[in-house]
């Protein structure tokens, strides 16, 4: 069965610095999204991705993050400028249709240090 | 706007009892209810989706408009079911893209 792939599983940064967070979508999925969790807290919409642009962000979204479909399978996450408060457990998923089931990747724990 | 509001952080029962995890919902339009699952240093993985009306793993759950609910139930309670459940809502946001507002999620521990 095809899952969503999250890639690196843990990232440790500086703060200040930049990341780039990997995702793969399911292949034939069109809709693409990502979430966060800081530790103990609940899961947060980010922004979703349709048709090379974004349909949607949330408030969490600011001019920090960008996202980016680069290639025909990958979707990144791109944090510009990393804060403490950006530590979290980042999410992908993607779904087949605008209001389909989401299926979501494994995560990449991000630690800002 | 919309909420999901899970009241219970953690739900203890024991080996063969019922179990009950509580959602409720706040959307004013014609909401989507999902449950999914996250089992210990797993992804989210979906149990439930309300339009399916199916039974995943001898879970149930059903959308009650009237209380805006959408509660979990299990008859009787196995030990691997253990595992943090998260209640979510699917909701057109307005802007072209449905997105999915969780709750904060109930670890369920399933005492031997």
């Known amino acids: 069965e095809p899952e969503v792939t999250q890639t690196p599983s843990h990232q440790v940064t500086q703060m200040g610095q930049e990341v780039i967070l990997r995702c793969v979508p399911i292949?034939?999925?069109?809709?693409f999204y990502w979430y966060r969790q800081i530790l103990g807290q609940k899961v947060e919409f980010l922004v979703s991705?349709?048709?090379?642009?974004?349909?949607?962000k949330s408030e969490i979204f600011d001019d920090q993050f960008s996202v980016e479909r680069p290639d025909g399978s990958n979707f990144t996450l791109k944090i510009r400028s990393t804060k403490l408060e950006d530590s979290a457990m980042y999410f992908c998923?993607?779904?087949?249709?605008?209001?389909?089931?989401?299926?979501f990747g494994p995560g990449t724990r991000l630690t800002v240090l | 706007a919309q909420r999901v509001t899970q009241p219970e952080k953690l739900l203890s029962v024991f080996k063969g009892a019922p179990v009950e995890l509580k959602c409720n919902y706040s959307?004013?339009?014609?909401?989507?209810l999902f449950w999914y699952v996250q089992y210990s240093r797993q992804r989210l993985q979906l149990l439930l989706r309300?339009?399916s009306r199916e039974s995943i793993k001898g879970f149930t759950a059903d959308l009650n408009k009237g209380e805006t609910s959408f509660h979990l139930k299990k008859p009787f309670a196995q030990e691997e079911d253990s595992a943090m459940y998260y209640c979510?809502?699917?909701?057109?946001?307005?802007?072209?893209?449905?997105?999915?507002?969780f709750g904060k999620g109930t670890k369920l521990s399933v005492i031997p």
């Open positions: 998923a993607s779904s087949a249709g605008t209001s389909g089931t989401q299926y």
């Open positions: 292949s034939n999925h069109l809709y």
């Open positions: 991705f349709y048709n090379n642009e974004i349909s949607e």
């Open positions: 959307y004013s339009g014609s909401p989507e």
């Open positions: 309300h339009i």
């Open positions: 979510a809502l699917s909701g057109y946001s307005g802007a072209g893209s449905y997105q999915l507002t």
